[in-house]
């Protein structure tokens, strides 16, 4: 086996500030940690980023919570009150170091701590200010909270997900998520974009980023609307399966199992009726001959490819789609997922450290040669306030005193 020469991380020597909560802004930052960027992430002294009170299940009980840890690892946590004039100078002196501003406060909350995107401008020109949002400013609905089942719901996510009259939330946190991605990938843009520039262009002057939670879930959303705004129809959730395509579904098993089986083209469909289920009938009937057929005739096909299902056991379903170069997979359930032997075969766990303790995590999903993300500890709260501010050259006794002014929050672990 060919043996790759070690990389640097990609970010190394790239900072970023983070004033986040929840998931969508920490997602971002922790992608950009994992790829070696030094993440500050500045959290109120008064029980900091409201995710690690989720829940204690993590090395628990009286452990961490399961968001929290998987959005925050790698990252430094420095307490400071930004409702002191000590604490927000003290951002500012962060932000002094910065390249990029993550954050994803309450409407207006950022303006009012003189840190938003044009307060940014003008004092730190240099630093990428990035907000998160719910709805984006100017709209009727700027004004409202936004959690991610909001959105979803709000985008039309829970309308195409369930079942006719029995309509649900997808269980990720789609919206949380995939904001986090863009918002990674856009730092990652105007960083490239920086380190281009031609010689004698000037200093560089960060543009700003806005991302709104809707935006995206609109985005994500593509398939369906674009479908809407040209048919008027608004078609219905299935399930385990896809209005767009037929057959494509999940069908119980003679051994209590359930699999899930699909196709995408005419050619894989021949091979269901004939190779598998063996129903030439199907497979010479014109009412099946399109996928746009087979999508209004779709119960015909599915209690044909379910009355055999219901006759074989997974294994053998399994083994008799995969020879026929038919996609299929098996149902599982998360336990089953922790379990998976794909994820044990590939190496994909990785030790990392907790304040309460090792857990294993899975790596991040790039897999590039000759680096590996680092993947370091999930920070306890306020766990670097004092190695950070010594950074900027506060001494003890300074940081003693901005203790007791309460600009900083308790020394960690005291």
């Given at each position: 086996r060919q043996v790759t020469e070690p990389h640097p991380a990609p970010l190394a020597g790239v900072t970023i500030v983070a004033m986040e909560q929840a998931v969508a802004a920490p997602m971002c930052t922790r992608v950009l940690a994992d790829f070696g960027a030094r993440v500050i992430k500045v959290e109120n002294p008064n029980g900091g980023d409201f995710a690690r009170a989720y829940d204690d299940v993590v090395n628990g009980p009286g452990g961490l919570a399961a968001h929290f840890v998987w959005c925050n690892r790698g990252k430094?946590?420095?307490?400071l009150n930004t409702k002191s004039p000590a604490g927000v100078d003290l951002l500012h002196r962060l932000l002094d170091h910065a390249d990029a501003f993550v954050s994803n406060l309450a409407p207006g909350a950022t303006a009012r701590l003189g840190v938003s995107s044009a307060d940014l401008a003008v004092r730190h020109p240099g630093v990428i200010p990035v907000e998160i949002d719910g709805y984006g400013p100017g709209g009727p609905i700027s004004h409202k909270r936004a959690y991610d089942l909001l959105v979803q719901a709000e985008s039309g996510s829970c309308a195409i997900?369930?079942?006719?009259?029995?309509p649900a939330k997808p269980g990720p946190a789609m919206a949380d998520f995939s904001t986090g991605l863009y918002a990674a990938i856009s730092i990652l843009a105007l960083l490239f974009g920086r380190g281009n520039r031609p010689a004698g262009a000037g200093s560089f002057r960060a543009p700003a980023v806005e991302l709104s939670l809707f935006d995206v879930m609109t985005d994500v959303m593509g398939y369906a609307l674009t479908y809407t705004q040209h048919s008027g129809i608004d078609q219905q959730p299935l399930g385990v399966g896809s209005p767009a395509v037929a057959p494509y579904g999940a069908f119980p098993t003679r051994d209590g199992q359930t699999v899930v089986l699909g196709t995408t083209n005419d050619r894989e469909w021949q091979r269901v009726a004939l190779e598998i289920i063996d129903r030439p009938d199907l497979a010479d009937d014109p009412r099946f001959a399109t996928n746009s057929s087979r999508c209004a005739h779709r119960e015909i096909l599915d209690e044909a490819i379910g009355s055999w299902c219901a006759r074989h056991d997974l294994a053998d379903i399994q083994t008799i789609a995969d020879a026929a170069g038919i996609g299929n997979s098996r149902y599982n359930v998360p336990s089953e997922v922790v379990a998976h032997p794909q994820l044990a075969a590939r190496d994909r766990w990785r030790t990392v450290a907790t304040p309460h303790g090792d857990i294993q995590a899975l790596r991040p999903p790039p897999v590039i040669s000759g680096f590996e993300q680092p993947m370091e500890a999930v920070p306890g709260l306020g766990q670097h306030t004092d190695a950070v501010l010594g950074?900027?050259?506060?001494?003890?006794?300074?940081?003693?005193?901005?203790?007791?002014?309460?600009?900083?929050?308790?020394?960690?672990?005291?």
């Open positions: 430094e946590s420095v307490t997900t369930g079942y006719p009259g029995m950074e900027l050259g506060f001494t003890p006794e300074e940081l003693a005193r901005l203790r007791a002014d309460g600009a900083i929050g308790p020394a960690y672990g005291g």
